[in-house]
């Protein structure tokens, strides 16, 4: 787990001063990775990191690092982090103290600043090749809700409290923050109708949720130790894990949520490395006494008292009509990803405990991230509780679920005494109408 | 839908003589593609195509070939075959041309000659990047079973026969036929248990599987016509979809089974192209009167004719015991994939339904292939029936599930009227024990 260390000192300022301006999700404190070329142009992809309003190309920026500094940019030229991810967390280090040396007061400004892009002015991409995506749903609240709406009699399942449940979702549908999202066709069958149709999905949600990245993989066969299991994260970014949820309702019993999830999954551009991150280090949710015990496999005292994370997540939505009459989007939902009853430790603990293998650039989503009162909830499920609550947008128009024109707004940031305010940047997409 | 052509008549032999030898998976009507390298060298792996006992270096052979034939030859140098795979149907058909015009007797055995490289002295690969890998659940009679083991009350779900019921698995753990697969650990709460314990699966488990690998994609936000479905498909292997079944007995309610299915995946290292395949097609199983007709996305007169793939499977079991005694595997099942309930075409054309978009070389599994009878299913969980019917192999020794040392041999392959014998080669791995 990484160390609090001097490029967390909060009184580091930058020489781009946007990134001394109060409320910015990136201070030099931060410096997260993603992927990005100056928009419009053939540029190749490449590394960067958000300083303020900018980007820093790491790569020209590399002629100004030694050492494993040096050795770990060579690693930022290529289209996608995989590299980087792999080199594991010496390097990451190496990396970070460098880059947070070369963007701060006195570094070399005159020399750099042509290493500078607006994000503004950027494209950005998916940061990885990202194999394999798995999503687990690590969140009590979540769950309790989610079961209490499709399965009153028995909402809560008897494995929840003892497995960090997990399903395979689908890679191939990432899509970085601000691709549009189209409504997906699916077999729907309300359970009034004698025979399903096809049909555009009519209960479309967003799930708020953690990304998390993978570093270092373990070879197949073998498991990961909890207290080793962050050395094989990258870090994080915010995940918007869509969901139809009528059609995952006809579709997902036995095998799992399928047409329900894979048309799409928004990320953040901005991966927030697990170093960044070391401020908001914070104790495992406790949980009740009546709750068993995590199985020893998925127990240390260092994820106990430290496995949690504090960042303050949120979730807001702008519909057309808002945005033509220039409303502010709607804040729908504010949780804590702390809350959640498994740690990521647990999770890729959890993950590897059959011998399953994690490449450089998979990603786990942590699961809806919700809180106790329907401020706090994650999803529209929750919050409309399956379309029976239906709420109001601040321009007066109804919803239950998404509808056509909706903007979707999702964001996280950590802060704390003593430390520097970070954030995720946005998560952010519209959606389209369904094909006719 | 690939014809018939002059590659397919049977009268063709081929300068290898292995490749006219009776009973040989590879005649030179099959031609299928796979990675290799000579094994113990340093060599690139590269694409091969089985002939006989012997395999063709395509790209060796790529310079006796002209036009599309040799454009579509430079692109199998690389370690996998995502690029040949992206080339679609017209590419493969050329060098699928090209390649039996330079194997059959009267080709240039002396210039290519030095191109083979013996099977036996040949080092296999997984031979695309596999980036999805869904596997469905097609066949009512595996569905059928599973269900009546573990949902006596209710076998079989109100969506079987509406939905081509998938779940996403684990593309990082394909393995290719001789690798071993480790048993895996995992959560176990037998009904009887208080409390799930960690422990190594006790009911270790096949699934004899066609493996479907695609072609060009589909853009994301696409449907694919069912007409146009196989135009997106490259061709077939055999594949194991390891199962485990007490492991996914406590984890698989809501989300679908992970661990039970994610440590490993074992496939043949060859691909049947869909075109070597063309003289098997058949009729799509015709269904009983009383099922629903497919939802019109799902229908079409020519998937109806022609939808399915008269292709023989085999499962057989070979213990330490019978391999140090010289026994030879015994078949434990032996079923047809013409009659999965859903054909390739149905498969594919509804997994894109919702805009999720395919990736050249991801994999699609077809699910468990059984019969009606006990001798025909594909999954020793059907066979045994969840351990309450024990079996012995032709050592003596009992069986419910495998056992350490175990191998498992799956094997594919089409006969016909009028038409060449071809195969798909083994798809065999042996069982490690769980680690301590």
């Known amino acids: 787990m990484p160390q609090l260390n001097e490029t967390h000192d909060p ?7 946007s990134a001394n301006a109060s409320g910015t999700d990136f201070p030099v404190q931060n410096l997260p990775y993603g992927i990005f070329r100056k928009r419009g142009s053939n540029e190749a992809p490449r590394a ?40 594991g967390s010496e390097a990451w280090s190496a990396l970070r103290k460098g880059l947070s040396e070369l963007l701060r007061e006195g570094g070399p400004a005159d020399a750099l600043s042509g290493a500078l892009t607006a994000q503004s002015d950027a494209e950005m991409f998916v940061p990885a090749n990202i194999g394999d995506f798995t999503d687990f749903w690590a969140n009590l609240n979540h769950a309790s809700n989610a079961g209490a709406i499709n399965r009153p009699d028995n909402p809560l399942l008897p494995n929840y409290k003892w497995i960090p449940v997990a399903y395979h979702s689908r890679s191939s549908s990432f899509t970085v923050s601000g691709v549009p999202v189209k409504r997906p066709k699916g077999q729907l069958k309300p359970p009034t109708a004698e025979v399903p149709e096809l049909k555009p999905c009519g209960r479309l949600d967003y799930e ?3 990304g998390i990245y993978l570093g270092p993989g373990n070879e197949l066969g073998s498991a990961i130790a909890i207290d080793d299991a962050e050395d094989h994260v990258f870090g994080c970014c915010v995940l918007n894990d869509w969901s139809a949820r009528d059609i995952q309702a006809w579709e997902y019993v036995p095998l799992g949520p399928f047409h329900g999830k894979n048309y799409g999954t928004t990320i953040s551009p901005w991966i927030v490395t697990m170093e960044a991150l070391a401020p908001f280090r914070t104790a495992a949710l406790k949980r009740p006494d009546d709750d068993p015990k995590p199985l020893p496999y998925l127990s240390s005292k260092s994820n106990e008292e430290n496995g949690g994370l504090d960042i303050q997540m949120e979730v807001l939505v702008s519909s057309q009509k808002m945005r033509d009459d220039g409303v502010p989007p709607a804040l729908l939902g504010a949780s804590k990803f702390k809350d959640m009853y498994w740690t990521v430790a647990q999770m890729i603990t959890h993950h590897a405990v059959g011998g399953c293998n994690f490449r450089p650039g998979d990603v786990c989503g942590s699961g809806t991230i919700s809180g106790e009162t329907p401020d706090s909830y994650g999803s529209l499920l929750e919050l409309s509780w399956a379309a029976t609550r239906p709420f109001n947008l601040p321009s007066g128009e109804e919803r239950t679920f998404l509808a056509d024109g909706d903007e979707v707004i999702m964001r996280g940031y950590c802060q704390a005494e003593g430390a520097a305010r970070i954030g995720f940047g946005d998560c952010s997409a519209v959606i389209l109408p369904a094909d006719k």
């Not at 303020?52 to 100004?64: M, N, T, Y």
């Open 11 to 17: 009184k580091l300022k930058s020489w781009v001063a």
């Open 48 to 87: 960067g990191v958000a300083i303020g309003d900018q980007i820093l190309d790491v790569s020209a920026a590399a002629a100004h690092l030694n050492g494993a500094a040096a050795d770990a940019a060579a690693l930022c030229g290529a289209p996608v982090l995989n590299d980087f991810m792999a080199a």
């Open 208 to 210: 708020l949720e953690i």
